[in-house]
């Protein structure tokens, strides 16, 4: 798991959410030959998070490009498509979330029926993106976005909470603190 997606994991689980990063979603041959990947291997998502609260699963995508011009999204797409592969292709996404459901379901991961959102966690947005096209496009889609402001004002949150042994967690409680004490007291 890349350090990004460490971090999208522990502020989801801060919410509430049991998190499983690099899940490998089985397709059956009749799937890749559905989505046109015929010798593909099991699809892999970043990360999956659930609720049992709400029986709600969460297939969440991690796209930092913190050191890169960001995500780009305009005129209604993101670009470069193919790096947004879920996002672009509905026959894809169909395939991946049934087979996802099915294989929670069979293995008892979750309870029945569960309500499966595709997530997008941004580190940095490109300067030239259409925020309020991206935004209202995944509001039309029932989807989830994660932005740079949601990963920030949930790394505050977790800066609150209590000590927990994870680096992106540390990492935010030192942030938070205004002056570092003196060796000297």
């Known amino acids: 798991m890349d350090a990004f997606e ?4 522990m502020l989801l689980r801060h919410q509430g959410y049991w998190t499983t990063p690099c899940f490998k979603v089985e397709l059956t041959r ?3 030959q559905r989505i046109g990947r015929p010798s593909s291997p099991r699809w892999e998502l970043d990360l999956i998070a659930y609720k049992g609260e709400t ?3 969460l297939m969440v995508e991690c796209k930092s490009f913190l050191d890169s011009r960001g995500v780009l999204f305009r005129n209604r797409a993101f670009e470069p498509l193919k790096t947004y592969k879920l996002f672009a292709d509905t026959t894809l996404l169909d395939v991946v ?3 996802l459901r ?4 069979k293995g008892g991961t979750c309870a029945k029926s569960p309500k499966i959102k595709l997530c ?4 940095k947005l490109a300067s030239r993106t259409d925020v309020e096209g991206l935004t209202s496009h995944f ?10 402001d949601w990963v920030y004002d ?3 949150a977790a800066s609150e909470a209590g000590y927990e042994n994870d680096v992106a967690f540390v990492v935010s409680k030192l942030l938070q603190r205004s002056k570092f004490p003196t060796a000297s007291g």
């Open 6 to 9: 460490s971090l999208i994991s």
């Open 30 to 32: 009749e799937d890749k």
């Open 55 to 57: 029986n709600e699963v």
């Open 97 to 99: 979330q049934n087979r």
């Open 102 to 105: 099915q294989q929670l379901e």
């Open 120 to 123: 997008l966690a941004i580190g």
């Open 139 to 148: 509001e039309a889609r029932g989807w989830k976005l994660f932005g740079p």
């Open 154 to 156: 949930r790394l505050c």
